[in-house]
């Protein structure tokens, strides 16, 4: 679907010869890659505060909504951080469909953050120096090799710890949209004052549905179930490691629930035809206009879509999504300052089966993008 242009292009876009693959600083392969969708936050009976919810009925539901990969983020502090001799150890936590990852929902008087590993890690060390200064976590997350991932910033756990820690950010927390507003305000804080921080989502889903059940739990989980809302990375492969690094990439996108559209945006830099960048990409300002598109990828509903641009902050524009269910614009980036432009898509909601309030509470929030990015300094 994409390429990238060469010539020109190519020296303007051209990452350094040390550059990595999953450099979250230069434009990587716009065709080499696949679309992968999956929750990041979730607790199982791990969890004190779960209900009806083991780890083979998460992993069930999430292979069921054709998931591809899974973070069950369980309560360290239920466990004394403990993790690898409770969810990682159950004999239930296998999957032959699904990229199971590693993890925790590290759990502090200052906030909480989900840590993302692929392989085996010890929880207990970021357990144990959960109170310390940032300057000393900070150490210990770097030699433990995890991704830490800042949950829900803004509500009653809210993230009080140094964002300069931080791979990237929920900034939208489950299935109710309005609480996550003030969420985007401290990523585009963030993305304002120079730091590339990627965003995802995760449904924080506790409970497990019980039919005919009036409980609270059992009420909660017909709206607010595993991927609501669906984090979805486009990666080199269908690998942990390639979820974790388009994820700090921000290589990602996030939608309602697992079945309702996603949203991509491009753009064309060199006025080509063709898309040059994707969302998480950074490059020089070019000299002139560049071309962006949105576009919904998907089944869409009956009714208009609204697309919101929001360029360094503040709203950029407001379209309609085309009938083909893209819609493009033009702008020129600041050729000395940094810019930033990012999508979030409001209209009709994608029912999801089994999960039968959900369209009752989730609001009008379809889908948001990760920015695209020029002129962010990797040495910032």
Do not use: C
Not at 56 to 67: H, K
Not at 237 to 264: D, K, L, W
């Amino acid at each position: 679907m994409f390429r990238v242009a060469a010539l020109a292009l190519a020296v303007l876009l051209a990452p350094a010869a040390s550059a990595q693959t999953n450099d979250k600083f230069v434009v990587a392969s716009l065709t080499d890659g696949v679309w992968m969708k999956g929750d990041l936050h979730v607790h199982s009976r791990h969890s004190k505060d779960s209900t009806n919810h083991s780890v083979a009925r998460i992993i069930a539901d999430a292979e069921r909504a054709s998931f591809d990969f899974l973070l069950i983020s369980d309560h360290d502090n239920h466990v004394n951080g403990d993790t690898a001799h409770n969810t990682w150890s159950d004999p239930e936590f296998r999957s032959d469909k699904l990229l199971l990852l590693y993890g925790a929902e590290w759990t502090t008087v200052r906030g909480h953050a989900v840590i993302l590993s692929a392989k085996p890690y010890d929880e207990k060390k970021l357990f144990d120096i959960r109170d310390a200064r940032d300057v000393a976590v900070q150490k210990v997350k770097d030699g433990l090799d995890v991704h830490l991932s800042a949950n829900h910033p803004t509500n009653k756990d809210h993230f009080g710890y140094s964002y300069d820690m931080v791979d990237s950010l929920e900034v939208w927390n489950t299935v109710r949209w309005a609480p996550n507003k003030t969420n985007l305000m401290v990523w585009d804080d963030m993305l304002s004052s120079g730091r590339k921080i990627g965003a995802r989502g995760g449904s924080d889903s506790h409970h497990g549905t019980v039919p005919g059940s009036t409980a609270p739990q059992a009420l909660e989980a017909t709206a607010n179930n595993i991927g609501t809302p669906t984090t979805w990375v486009f990666a080199p492969g269908r690998t942990r490691e390639a979820v974790i690094a388009a994820i700090g990439r921000g290589r990602a996108s996030i939608s309602a629930n697992p079945y309702a559209p996603r949203v991509e945006l491009t753009a064309d830099v060199n006025g080509d035809g063709k898309a040059d960048m994707m969302m998480g990409d950074n490059a020089k300002a070019p000299a002139g206009p560049v071309r962006f598109t949105v576009r919904l990828s998907g089944k869409r509903e009956e009714g208009a879509y609204q697309v919101r641009i929001i360029k360094n902050a503040d709203v950029f524009a407001t379209l309609d999504l085309g009938a083909d269910g893209s819609v493009g614009f033009t702008d020129t980036p600041d050729a000395m300052g940094r810019s930033y432009y990012r999508i979030e898509v409001e209209g009709p909601q994608t029912p999801y089966p089994g999960v039968d309030n959900f369209q009752k509470v989730a609001g009008p929030m379809v889908a948001i993008s990760n920015p695209i990015f020029f002129n962010f300094d990797p040495n910032f």
